[in-house]
């Protein structure tokens, strides 16, 4: 079975700092989609970067970058000059081409120091 | 574009009785969503996979008989918890994926408060 492992529970970053998440995920498939969710206070979640897995060029996103590594089933979230606004839960996911459904890691919250 | 409605974002209602939920996706047609539910600083559990015009998908471990789910339409999805109980007393979540050539990720209402007393 699929899986999507976040091993960071909680982390901080100082205002204009750079950060990174870690997600590792487990798979047998060739082909799929991996996403980066981010869900403020508000709880609305909002999608913040994707990667298909047949491409090679990491995904980025203005601020957010991802580092894509298909071998070993990693897929890691930079967010560079962090804002106070990206204080939040994130949450890495996988997404099956088969049935069209996402599995979410556990989550990360991310606290950004003023 | 790719916006998802879902009403109430607040309910409290008392055991015994049946709720629903509703998921609109307003400017997309979907043919699948999916109903989550999320338990305070946890994960999104996936609970279902809403088919328009077919009976839904449910997860292992999820109850289809107190989790109704109906997909009436191509952008409208319902999801009724029968005989409500405290334990049911969580946020739950829809969401849709915009059909089309490219997967662009799904689009998430912006969820429901479910409280039983």
């Known amino acids: 079975a699929q899986t999507v492992t976040q091993s960071q529970p909680e982390m901080s970053v100082q205002e204009a700092e750079t950060v990174t998440l870690s997600c590792t995920y487990d798979?047998?498939?060739?082909?799929?989609?991996l996403f980066w969710y981010k869900q403020p206070p508000s709880r609305q979640m909002i999608l913040v970067i994707r990667q298909e897995a047949y491409k090679q060029q990491n995904a980025t996103e203005n601020r957010f970058s991802v580092n894509f590594q298909k071998a070993a089933k990693s897929f890691s979230l930079k967010i560079s000059d962090s804002q106070l606004g990206d204080a939040a839960m994130y949450f890495c996911?996988?997404?099956?081409?088969?049935?069209?459904?996402?599995?979410f890691g556990k989550g990360t919250r991310l606290h950004i120091l003023p | 574009g790719a916006v998802v409605s879902q009403h109430p974002s607040r309910v409290i209602c008392k055991s015994g009785t049946s709720v629903k939920i509703e998921c609109r996706s307003l400017d997309f047609q979907a043919t699948t969503m999916f109903w989550y539910r999320q338990f305070p600083k946890k994960s999104l559990m996936l609970m279902a996979t809403s088919n328009e015009g077919s009976k839904a998908t449910y997860e292992q471990g999820v109850e289809k008989d107190k989790f109704l789910i109906n997909h009436a339409s191509l952008t409208l999805s319902t999801l009724t918890v029968t005989s409500a109980h405290p334990e049911d007393s969580s946020f739950y979540i829809c969401s849709a994926q915009r059909a089309g050539p490219v997967v662009v990720g799904y689009t998430f209402g912006s969820g429901t408060r479910l409280t039983v007393v």
């Open positions: 798979t047998s498939e060739s082909d799929y989609y």
């Open positions: 996911a996988y997404r099956m081409n088969r049935d069209d459904k996402i599995i």
